[in-house]
């Protein structure tokens, strides 16, 4: 996959030492530990129990963990599917991050979820990788496992990458 250079007539195309395809500015396990141990991670990344726990960047891959709380569950003690989309979300959404280095956030512009049984409390798993980047836009897909390892729900979405700033 090639990805256009930043022109002077689209400054919303991504730079080429910015984009997925570019050599990473830190290995896989530089950039695992970055995440790891970062001081700034969202309250609603440590409200979903969320740990990154794998970095592929050669494929535009991660994986997390998550510790999912007895809190998110609906009257018959599944976890509801709202929780288990911010799930799917927030790792396509990292993979995103990860993939420009660090530069670049990606706002979901759609997700469509898949739903295939339930998940409980306790540990759950989402793989995450990005399909495709784009000029203008990029498009991850993610699934979520439960602690057998069986598929619980499959997400595809299209995000809006662009420059990090404070909003």
């Known amino acids: 996959m090639s990805i256009s250079t930043r022109s002077a007539a689209n400054k919303r195309d991504m730079p080429a030492d910015q ?26 990344s440590q409200t979903l129990g969320m740990r990154l726990t794998h970095v592929t960047q050669a494929d535009k891959s991660i994986r997390m963990a998550f510790d999912v709380s007895p809190d998110f569950a609906n009257p018959t003690g599944a976890i509801q599917g709202g929780f288990i989309s911010a799930m799917l979300d927030e790792a396509m959404s990292t993979c995103c991050i ?23 409390a306790g540990h759950a ?12 836009a990029a498009f991850m897909e ?26």
């Open 142 to 167: 993610a699934e979520a496992f439960d602690p057998e390892g069986r598929l619980v729900a499959k997400a595809t979405a299209t995000a809006l990458p662009k420059p990090f700033k404070r909003l």
């Open 19 to 44: 984009t997925p395809d570019a050599k990473p500015a830190l290995s896989d396990a530089d950039m695992l530990a970055r995440f790891q141990t970062s001081k700034k991670r969202p309250p609603c």
């Open 98 to 120: 990860i993939a420009s280095n660090v530069t670049m956030t990606a706002p979901t512009l759609e997700m469509k979820i898949s739903f295939f049984r339930p998940l409980f």
């Open 125 to 136: 798993e989402v793989a995450a990788r990005i399909v495709k980047w784009g000029k203008s």
